[in-house]
């Protein structure tokens, strides 16, 4: 099984960690800092992630974990693609990493994993 995981070059006020890309496109949101022209873009994108993808309630996951995209689900990943781009285009810097190995998996469903990071992966993401 392979995985990938997106975060941005922005940091969580709280913790420092590198944003993913949902925080990212609500911190746009929030602060008002999407450009007219793709707010129904980013707003259709957000939304089919708010009914195709579960989020688990925050006490289900350790705060230490990262979640990450199960890459045999083509419809959630090129969605994510369409997300990343939206985001890049408001000069979000956005990576990705790709894992057959992300750490302890505490979460699984259909499209994504939720994991504690391992050594390897903490480096690989500098986090």
């Known amino acids: 099984m392979s995985y990938i995981r997106f975060q941005t070059g922005l940091r969580c006020r709280s913790t420092g960690r590198s944003l993913g890309i949902f925080f990212a496109a609500g911190q746009l949101q929030d602060e008002e800092q999407v450009k007219p022209y793709f707010d129904e873009s980013l707003r259709a994108t957000l939304n089919w992630f708010n009914k195709n993808l579960r989020a688990p309630r925050q ?19 090129s969605t994510v693609w369409e997300l990343v781009t939206l985001l890049r285009q408001h000069d979000v810097y956005v990576t990705h990493r790709r894992s057959t190995d992300p750490g302890k998996i505490v979460y699984r469903d259909a499209h994504q994993i939720a994991a504690i990071p391992n050594q390897r992966v903490h480096r690989a993401l500098r986090i």
Do not use: A
């Open 59 to 77: 006490d289900e996951i350790p705060t230490q974990c990262l979640f990450w995209f199960d890459c045999s689900s083509p419809r959630v990943i």
